[in-house]
């Protein structure tokens, strides 16, 4: 039986990836922002989609229903979000940012932006190697 190497397991890699660039990103917002993760996603899906369901937050997001739950609650105390009914689904909330909530995602985006020009600069011309490569993976898992 052939022994199972961790640290050379695709899967296990990339896992590790994400979760150590998700928690070093997390010193661009957390510290100013004080967000946890969840709701730095949240946020940013609302940022991006302007008006979205939560079910759909976590679709795109890839986080559980209860992560997405938690993350709205919270944003939703500081006033950057607001709920409303869903025209089409009556047991559905449509979500969206505040004011305030688009002010500090306006904020934190440069920040963002400049960090993933820090990893891809670092990367150098391997960069779009490994943009082809995650784009095959997204094909192949059907992420979009």
Do not use: C
Request: aromatic letters at 6%.
């Amino acid at each position: 039986m052939a022994d199972l190497e961790l640290e050379t397991f695709l899967p296990y890699r990339l896992n590790r990836i994400a979760a150590a660039v998700s928690q070093d990103f997390r010193s661009v917002y957390g510290p100013h922002h004080d967000l946890t993760i969840p709701e730095w996603r949240v946020l940013a899906t609302l940022g991006q989609s302007e008006r979205i369901s939560a079910k759909e937050i976590g679709r795109h997001s890839s986080m559980h229903k209860t992560k997405v739950s938690r993350a709205v609650r919270a944003l939703e105390e500081r006033r950057w979000l607001t709920r409303r009914e869903s025209e089409e689904d009556r047991r559905e909330e449509i979500l969206s940012l505040t004011a305030q909530g688009r002010k500090v995602y306006k904020d934190i985006v440069p920040k963002a932006l400049a960090f993933e020009k820090q990893i891809l600069d670092r990367l150098g011309p391997e960069a779009e190697d490994l943009h082809a490569a995650l784009r095959q993976l997204e094909t192949i898992f059907k992420i979009r």
